[in-house]
């Protein structure tokens, strides 16, 4: 009981203190953070919240870019449901993110497994793989546009005299997704090799060595040990790299201008030929809202999924 | 007889050996050529005169075909595309001015949140990050007639606004993840030698975070170099283009002339592979930072 009482007073007499004491702007830590941070907020709210809330606001609105404004409620929004091809870019960019993902980790993870030992040269395989990295989505889309081309690009002319193949690589629904799925993944998978292998130099060795003189098969010491040693890597891939796809534009954008008959579109290309293109500036705020929605729903998904893999 | 079979399963074991070891290599080799070959075959493809890229049968330029890249910066080139030179410059703006406001801003808060107690640290980090995962077209939508409004539209200054906005929570996100790991030792140091709080994070965090500021300037930069979509909303004369709206406004009108394009192609690259070699450490550095994170 008398402790009791001594603890209240102490801590009674404490605060007191605390709060008595003024300190100075740059001294306190709280008010210091909260200065620190302001920029930072500031241009955020300015330049993106403040737009953004425009765009809810406008997306209730008719009108053409240069058109009258007339409130429309939920109009445009059903006109963006029942487009077609607002229906079919959200089918394809879902496909897409998923081939695509899957596709790089996967190919990333079994380079990474396969270079994990030692060789000489490793500071000029990295060199190299770090160069799609660099190279600007739009010139990796141009050097496969080349590439691709049906009758003077190199691949059909290797494809030629191997498989007696000449397919219109771009110029054909299945072709065409095909190849943005694999020049995305051909840009992509060698930085995500990169990050596995550090991953995978940075893991304790005595595990392994365990498990081998217990006879673990490799498969065994594969799917129990390395996988789940790489969760952070593979957090943190998957998080940043489903951030990059929900937002790509450049590489399907150059490279097919949304396809063959529209079946290449992704959601920021088909929103981009709206609001920009036929200046519909209404259904374009609406699909912009909606794209948002779906985006960080996804997003959110993943992050809440991977979070605690990440905490190993 | 014992000692000949032991002979013999050594040597068998080393020729194993061996053969893992070449087949390691040549399936390096492999890998290498695979990721490498695109870039290289666009660069052979740039040295090559017109006749000569209409057949696929020839790999190698007959002769070194430097007439691609004088076209690029001779008159007519810039009396139908504008001067090519301007470009690059216009990118070089964009992207150091981009780095310079990203890594200002960002590094406050990014200490801010990692070791001042912030209130609602937490949930202003994660806005960020979900703020960082909406789509850019909408963002490009609504900014574009805001900008309209307040005369930012065809300004490189508001791309420049716009990608600062657009990285800044890549930026926090890495930025913060390192000056978690700060040792609290060293700020703790720089008080009791009589700095103040402000002074600790400008002269103990700071000089000792080069690593992290230089990894996170890399990947603005590169972020804003490469960027497409801002810039093509947002630009309207080319004379503000910058490097990526050039390349696909050339793909656009110059489809056949395959040499020239080829070589713009590589002219647009050179600055991005030299980042590579010249700051490859660094970049490594950046990858083991990340999983960490």
């Known amino acids: 009981m008398r402790f009791l009482k001594r603890l209240s007073r102490f801590l009674r007499r404490k605060k007191e203190e605390v709060v008595k004491k003024k300190l100075p702007l740059t001294s306190d830590p709280r008010k210091l953070g909260l200065l620190l941070a302001l920029p930072a907020v500031i241009i955020t709210v300015i330049v993106l919240l403040y737009p953004l809330a425009i765009a809810l606001y406008e997306s209730f609105f008719g009108g053409f870019v240069i058109g009258r404004h007339s409130f429309v409620g939920l109009e445009n929004y059903i006109k963006v449901f029942t487009d077609s091809v607002w229906r079919s870019s959200i089918f394809f960019h879902f496909l897409f993110f998923v081939c695509a993902l899957g596709g790089e980790v996967v190919i990333g993870l079994g380079i990474a497994l396969l270079l994990n030992r030692k060789f000489l040269g490793r500071g000029v395989i990295r060199t190299i793989f770090v160069v799609p990295f660099m190279v600007a989505p739009t010139v990796i889309a141009l050097m496969w546009i080349w590439i691709l081309e049906p009758s003077i690009g190199i691949a059909n002319y290797i494809l030629g005299f191997t498989l007696g193949l000449q397919p219109k690589w771009l110029g054909e629904v299945v072709t065409a997704r095909f190849s943005i799925i694999f020049v995305w993944i051909w840009a992509k998978a060698p930085w995500d090799a990169l990050v596995f292998m550090a991953a995978l130099t940075g893991l304790p060795k005595e595990p392994y060595d365990a498990a081998k003189v217990d006879g673990a098969s490799r498969w065994q010491i594969f799917r129990h040990l390395t996988l789940p040693d790489l969760k952070p890597a593979f957090a943190v891939l998957f998080l940043l790299r489903g951030i990059m796809l929900v937002r790509e534009f450049d590489i399907p954008f150059v490279l097919t201008r949304g396809g063959p008959a529209r079946s290449t579109e992704i959601m920021s290309t088909w929103a981009y030929k709206v609001f920009f293109k036929f200046g519909q500036m209404g259904k374009g705020y609406a699909m912009g809202i909606i794209n948002t929605i779906i985006c960080v729903a996804i997003i959110a998904v993943i992050y809440y999924t991977t979070r605690k893999w990440g905490q190993e | ?293």
């Open chain 2, 1 to 293: 007889m014992k000692e000949k079979m032991v002979e013999e399963i050594i040597k068998a074991e080393e020729r194993k050996k061996k053969i893992k070891r070449v087949s390691l290599y040549i399936t390096i080799c492999l890998i290498a050529f695979f990721i490498v070959s695109p870039v290289l075959w666009l660069l052979l493809t740039s040295l090559k005169p017109a006749v000569e890229t209409y057949d696929p049968s020839r790999i190698l330029p007959s002769h070194l075909y430097l007439k691609n890249y004088v076209y690029i910066f001779s008159d007519k080139f810039t009396w139908n595309y504008g001067w090519a030179p301007r470009y690059f410059l216009n990118s070089i703006f964009v992207s150091i001015a981009t780095v310079f406001l990203v890594t200002i801003i960002g590094a406050h808060i990014a200490y801010a949140l990692a070791k001042l107690k912030v209130p609602f640290s937490k949930y202003i980090y994660l806005g960020f990050l979900f703020l960082f995962a909406v789509p850019d077209m909408t963002l490009a939508m609504s900014v574009y007639s805001f900008f309209a409004d307040i005369g930012l539209l065809n300004t490189l200054h508001g791309l420049i606004i716009v990608l600062t906005v657009r990285v800044l929570p890549f930026a926090i996100w890495l930025m913060t993840t390192f000056f978690a790991q700060f040792p609290i030792e060293l700020e703790d140091s720089g008080r009791i030698d009589g700095c103040s709080r402000l002074g600790v994070f400008y002269r103990v965090v700071l000089p000792l975070s080069k690593p992290a500021l230089v990894v996170t300037a890399i990947y603005v930069f590169i972020f804003a170099w490469v960027n497409l979509l801002f810039s093509l909303t947002l630009i309207t004369s080319t004379r503000n283009y910058v490097l990526p709206l050039a390349t696909v406004m050339f793909v656009e009108e110059m489809k056949i002339v395959w040499g020239p394009l080829c070589a713009w192609g590589i002219l647009a690259v050179i600055p991005c592979v030299f980042f590579a070699l010249f700051l490859q450490k660094y970049i490594a550095a950046a990858i083991i930072v990340r999983p960490k994170g």
